[in-house]
C-alpha cells in the first residue's frame, strides 16, 4: 500500500527578498548571515535556498533567498518568533525594504491584499475554490451567452476557439472579478491559521450559495430566451 503523505510538506516554504543600497551590501552579508543561522536553529528548519543577488538600477541590489520548514506549523513559529523580530528590527538600517510570502495551493495570488509582509498561507482550500468559482462561472456563462448571440468564433476550429476562449477569461478573471471577490468577501477570506468565528464563516458560506442559486436562475433563463 503507498505510504501516506502529508500534505503540509509541500506548503511550508516562503520567498524572502530584501532591498538593500549597493554600499551596505557587506553589512548586510554580515546580518543575513546571523539571519540564516538563527533560522538555522529553529524547530523543523530544512534548508535555505540563497540566490546570488540582483543588481538594478538606483544603486540597490535584491537579495532572495527561500526558507524551507518541515510542516507548515514550524513555518508560522518561525514566523512569530521572538528571534525573528529582533533580527528584523536589527537590520531595519541595513536594507530599504524586505517582504516575504509563502504559498498553499496555487490560489493564493488572488487572494493577496497586503503588500510586504505577507503570512500568505491563504484562506481554506474550499474557500477558495467556492470563490474562485464564484468569479468564473458568471464569465464562463456571459461569454458563452455573447458570443453565441453574435456568432463570434462559431466558425473557428475547437482548440482554437477554446485557446482564445481561456485567454479573455483568464484575463477578466486575475484583473477584474478576483480582486473584486477578495474585496467583497475579505471578512470571510481569512488565512487558514486565523480563527474565525462560526457564525462569520456560516454568513459568508450562505451568501456565496444565494449568489451561486441567482447565478443559476439567471443565466437559466438568458440560455432558454437566446435559445
Known sequence: MPAQIDDSVFYSSLVL????????????????????????????????????????????????????????????????????LEMLESGQDIFIDYKYKSFTTGLEGWFSQQKGEQIGLGPARWKQVLSVVLGLYPLVMTQMILFSTLGFMTNWPPASAMLVNNLITSSALTYLVMPQITNLFSFWLYPVYQNQSRRTNLLGTAILIAAFGVMVFIFHQAVKANG
Open 17 to 84: 527578498e530584501h532591498i538593500v543600497p549597493a554600499a551596505k551590501m557587506d553589512s548586510f552579508n554580515r546580518w543575513y548571515k546571523v539571519m540564516m543561522r538563527t533560522v538555522e536553529q529553529q524547530s523543523g528548519f530544512l534548508r535555505v535556498d540563497s540566490c546570488p543577488p540582483l543588481e538594478c538600477v538606483d544603486d540597490v541590489i535584491k537579495k532572495y533567498s527561500i526558507i524551507h520548514f518541515d510542516t507548515v506549523n514550524h513555518l508560522k513559529d518561525w514566523l512569530a518568533s521572538k528571534q525573528r
